[in-house]
């Protein structure tokens, strides 16, 4: 008879991860998180040092619907996605990082620069290509506009003005669509990545546990990803104006010193404000300071 120790150690959590554009950067954030995904360049099922967790690399574009069908247990996708799948799942968490950038996603109407369509009404029995269909059909629909909407298999900028009259692309800094001569004219969807999970498989007491917990640790990875930790030490005679000048998360960390006139101090600060809080700090009269990244921040 197996043990409950046993059994317990034989359940397994499927997670979806984006495959592509997506796929470094979620890999990154999973490292950071605790977990070391090793992904073959042949194979679809990733190794991961967690024996509780199984991976399976998708197309982000796939994972809300086998999430919602339980294929999967629980995904890491664009809310994009989950919108265009029109998918039932439940969302876990927000993890707002991209391909490049922290800056949402954003799907926008885009046409070229000389371009008479001014807006969303401008597009009346035109043709638009996006890869966001029903997205965009319902968009279209809130603005009593019936248009031709026809799925791009991508490079859907260079389809204007030639293939089509507009199209809906995403975008992180609109770089591109400038590139090729383009004009943002309205924003359909801001978006970020999800950890989004199957109905039943939330309501499963280890699976919510495990799912949670993971949720719990990769947006603690998120936390720290622009943040690090300086530690220092300080006279007490000048304590006062050294906190001063301390951008910390709560009042830093004190600690008293074989020497009692100088203490120990800890802080977590932006890691954009280290490079000019340093020298104010050495001015002020801090010595040995260190600065170490961070993995996790849990606040």
């Known amino acids: 008879m197996r043990s409950d120790t046993a059994t317990t150690a034989a359940r397994k959590v499927r997670l979806g991860l984006p ?3 997506l796929q470094d950067a979620t890999i990154r954030m999973m490292r950071r998180a605790g977990w070391t995904v090793t992904v073959s360049e042949r194979s679809y099922y990733p190794a991961v040092d967690d024996i509780e967790l199984e991976i399976v690399l998708l197309r982000a574009q796939e994972i809300p619907r086998y999430v919602q069908d339980g294929a999967l247990d629980c995904g890491i996708t664009g809310y994009d996605n989950v919108l265009e799948n029109d998918a039932d799942v439940q969302e876990i968490a927000e993890l707002i990082y991209s391909k ?4 949402p996603y954003r799907w926008v109407l885009a046409v070229p ?4 369509i001014q807006g969303p009404r401008d597009l009346e029995g035109k043709r638009v290509a996006t890869e966001l269909v029903n997205v965009t059909r319902r968009y279209l629909d809130q603005h009593g506009v019936t248009a031709e909407i026809e799925f791009s298999w991508g490079a859907t900028e260079i ?6 009259d507009a199209i809906v692309e995403g975008t992180e800094t609109g770089s591109t669509l400038r590139a090729h001569g383009l004009k943002i004219i309205d924003e359909l969807l801001s ?3 999800r950890l989004i999970a199957n109905h039943a498989a939330f309501a499963d007491d280890w699976k919510r546990a495990k799912i949670e917990s993971m949720a719990i640790l990769l947006k603690a990875a998120m936390a720290a990803e622009s943040k690090v ?7 007490r005679a000048e304590l006062e104006p050294i906190l001063k000048l301390l951008p910390a998360m709560k009042m830093p960390t004190i600690s008293p010193l074989a020497d009692e ?3 120990a101090l800890e802080i977590v600060a932006d890691e954009s404000q280290v490079r000019d809080l340093i020298p104010q700090l050495l001015r002020a009269g801090a010595t040995g300071i260190i600065e170490y990244p961070l993995n ?4």
């Open 191 to 193: 978006s970020t990545t």
């Open 100 to 103: 490049a950038t922290s800056r």
């Open 19 to 21: 495959k592509g554009s």
């Open 261 to 263: 006139e100088w203490v």
């Open 296 to 299: 996790k921040v849990i606040a």
């Open 229 to 235: 930790g300086l530690k220092m030490n300080a006279p």
């Open 159 to 164: 389809k204007v003005p030639d293939l089509v």
């Open 113 to 116: 620069q000389n371009s008479p």
